[in-house]
């Protein structure tokens, strides 16, 4: 069936006026358009193909009045339009690649999809079942194209970034940017508004802790500040947003980031070209002055700019951040990814812009290499913005706090922790005046409701009024939802120690011993958290326990009874970005009641339009929340967690550490993150050389070992 242009005609004659008066979304009557114009579409005798396609959009998006005009639109295209049967291999219900919400934006096709089809389920034949299951296989591609256009468009704007390197001011301090204003900004996402009529200023000199809830729009407004997309950054101002990790080359780790001083590297270039060419014999007297006169400038440059000194201060950037002298002169590209971001800051903390924004730089950080960057930080030059949900780590770094909230932000002084008695004084002190202006108001305008038609008291009750409109109203205090990590308790309780490691030993094919004579056990009430150096095997320890590794010699007792859940960042990367949470978990658990799941992912605040959001447009912490509910489904008895803070918001690593507190099992974790530890285990693990030995201590004793180290 050949369907031309009319078709789009017809449907502004029967609903254009609608579409003008509710002012309905450009994008939604194009795709209407679109699909009723797809030689492929049949709109059946009366309609009915074309209502199931397109009545539930007609509806919500104030097309048409109601349901009834959505049937007798669609009957009278059909009327006009409907050529009989089409092939059968061909589908007769079009499904939609993109429903639309007015009141909630554009979002996947799962939403409306998944319950759209369980209500048609108990009415449709096996042939209709076979056509709805190719219609969803498109709809699957149709989400794979979504996602795959998302990472070409993200992948695209950060090849358009500028790329950064190191600047030598020739004319002093005069063209260093000072202060930064940017006001009366919005950004939007995926259709969301994240950022409304925002303003703020940062100081120069000052180093900034940005701080806001999962999926408030932190991560896009750094990368908004890094490609200069808002009004108020000058275009001299040198900003370096570090996200993503180093490309890996044959190129050495030390070189790799002493390649970023280009004009050192161009100077010494042609110094050694210079040097060479006055020994040649064939030059003349002439041209060895004229080389001499030019070495004498270069060296002079070299002087300025601190050449001599560059690899050395490369070198102590890249120790502190754990990297040995053999690790240095290593090509980037054997290193994991991990290595890479350090790289990554290594590059940004050596170029030192004008803006630095830093977006969770401990997640790839051991417990050292934290404590060396906070050191490190204290002595930022120039103006930094810092995101991170390790809260010791803020206090000791930052100088103030950037509060996005409510579409807005809001500046604060001092750290963290001062950030909160703060803000919870002045709202507080809101809720106060709010509680008080409404007290005030019903007072006057009890008043003015008694003696409104009494002629006598008109003059007073006018005064009440205008009282009424000099007082105003003072806002509520409006709080966020509470954040929820419910972990489920296990049905059954084996009792005893359900793992235990008899001198255990683990190395890798061809590699060293990593473990000698392991001697441990875990039951459900040890609370552990394991600390040491990056690359010490701390994962390959969890490994062991999980089953996921087995010992090379030695025994491990595993109950067959015990369930364990892993938590590691393999889980969150492992995710379909390309779906929605309610369907990914349908999948992983195929036959569990679509209630049951959508309980579960409430259950660690995944709940409604949550659940049905494609997780490419969630936030870190939001995706880790999806792992989470994957991996404790089954009701583990046993949680294992490698790094389980990275990426959660810092009310969420509260959240986290009173659900592990409620938690009626075993807990073993590896994190670097003082305040989670310090909350939620009662015992630490210290693993070096091949070993794994219980500390006699605190976190801060630890770390005061290491310190002194």
């Not at 002045?426 to 038609?453: C, G, M, P, W």
Request: proline share 3%; net charge neutral; glycine share 8%.
């Amino acid at each position: 069936m050949g369907i031309d242009g009319s078709v789009k005609g017809e449907v502004l004659v029967l609903i254009g006026r609608r579409i003008r008066d509710a002012d309905v979304d450009s994008i939604i009557v194009d795709y209407i358009i679109n699909v009723l114009q797809d030689d492929t579409f049949d709109f059946g005798k009366s309609g009915e193909n074309a209502y199931e396609a397109l009545g539930p959009l007609l509806v919500e998006a104030e097309c048409v009045a109601d349901d009834a005009e959505a049937r007798w639109v669609c009957k009278k295209l059909a009327e006009k339009f409907y050529r009989g049967s089409i092939d059968e291999n061909k589908l007769s219900v079009r499904s939609l690649a993109a429903p639309v919400r007015m009141s909630e934006g554009l979002r996947s096709s799962e939403a409306a999809g998944t319950a759209h089809h369980e209500d048609l389920l108990p009415q449709i034949s096996e042939r209709d079942q076979a056509k709805l299951e190719r219609r969803r296989k498109k709809e699957e591609r149709q989400r794979r194209v979504y996602y795959e256009a998302h990472v070409a468009a993200a992948d695209a704007a950060a090849a358009g970034m500028a790329g950064l390197y190191v600047t030598h001011n020739t004319d002093g301090d005069a063209n260093v940017p000072k202060d930064i204003r940017m006001e009366n900004f919005s950004i939007s996402m995926g259709g969301r508004e994240l950022i409304n009529s925002a303003s703020v200023t940062l100081a120069y000199g000052r180093r900034y802790g940005l701080v806001g809830r999962n999926g408030t729009g932190k991560t896009t407004l750094l990368k908004h500040m890094a490609m200069h997309a808002i009004d108020g950054l000058p275009k001299n101002c040198q900003i370096l947003h570090v996200e993503q990790e180093v490309v890996g080359s044959s190129t050495t780790v030390l070189q790799c980031v002493l390649s970023t001083d280009i004009e050192r590297t161009q100077l010494l270039e042609e110094e050694a070209s210079l040097v060479d060419a006055k020994k040649s014999a064939n030059d003349t007297s002439s041209s060895k002055d004229a080389a001499s006169e030019r070495l004498a400038q270069i060296y002079k440059r070299l002087e300025q700019i601190d050449a001599y000194t560059a690899e050395s201060r490369a070198a102590s950037i890249l120790a502190g951040l754990s990297f040995t002298s053999d690790m240095q002169v290593r090509e980037t590209k054997t290193f994991s990814g991990g290595w890479r971001m350090r790289i990554a800051l290594a590059r940004a903390l050596f170029i030192q812009p004008d803006l630095l924004l830093l977006d969770e730089p401990t997640n790839h950080l051991d417990l050292h290499a934290v404590l060396w960057l906070e050191t490190y930080l204290l002595k930022w030059p120039k103006t930094l913005i810092v995101v991170s949900h390790a809260r010791n780590f803020l206090n000791a770094v930052v100088t103030d706090i950037l509060h996005l909230h409510g579409q807005k932000l809001v500046t604060y002084k001092g750290d963290y922790d001062i950030f909160e008695r703060t803000r919870a004084e002045r709202l507080s002190n809101q809720q106060k005046a709010h509680e008080s202006n409404e007290r005030t108001r019903a007072h006057i305008q009890a008043f003015v409701d008694k003696f409104r038609y009494n002629a006598k008291r008109a003059s007073l009750v006018q005064s009440r009024i205008k009282a009424l409109d000099r007082i105003g109203y003072v806002d509520a205090v409006v709080n966020d939802p509470d954040y929820k990590f419910e972990f489920p308790t296990p049905d059954d309780r084996p009792s005893g120690s359900i793992i235990s490691f008899s001198d255990a030993s683990f190395g890798y094919p061809g590699g060293p011993v990593l473990f000698r004579n392991l001697n441990f056990g875990l039951d459900l009430d040890s609370r552990l958290a394991v600390v040491g150096a990056n690359g010490i095997g701390k994962s390959t320890l969890l490994k062991l326990i999980s089953g996921e590794l087995e010992p090379v010699s030695g025994t491990v007792f595993r109950s067959p009874k015990v369930r364990m859940a892993v938590f590691s960042q393999h889980h969150v990367d492992g995710l379909d970005l390309s779906s929605t949470p309610l369907l990914y978990m349908s999948r992983c658990f195929p036959g569990a009641p679509e209630q049951k799941i959508r309980a579960h992912l409430g259950s660690f605040g995944l709940s409604g339009n949550l659940a049905l959001q494609a997780m490419y447009t969630l936030s870190g912490g939001q995706k880790s929340r999806v792992a989470f509910a994957k991996i404790t489904f089954n009701k583990p008895h046993i949680l294992l967690l490698d790094e389980p803070s990275n990426h959660l918001d810092l009310d969420a690593v509260e959240a986290l550490i009173q659900g592990l507190a409620l938690f009626q099992g075993g807990v073993l974790m590896v994190s670097h993150d003082e305040h989670l530890i310090s909350g939620s285990v009662d015992e630490l693990w210290v693993v070096t050389e091949g070993k794994v030995s219980p500390f006699h201590g605190s976190f801060q004793d630890y770390k005061r070992t290491l310190r002194v180290a």
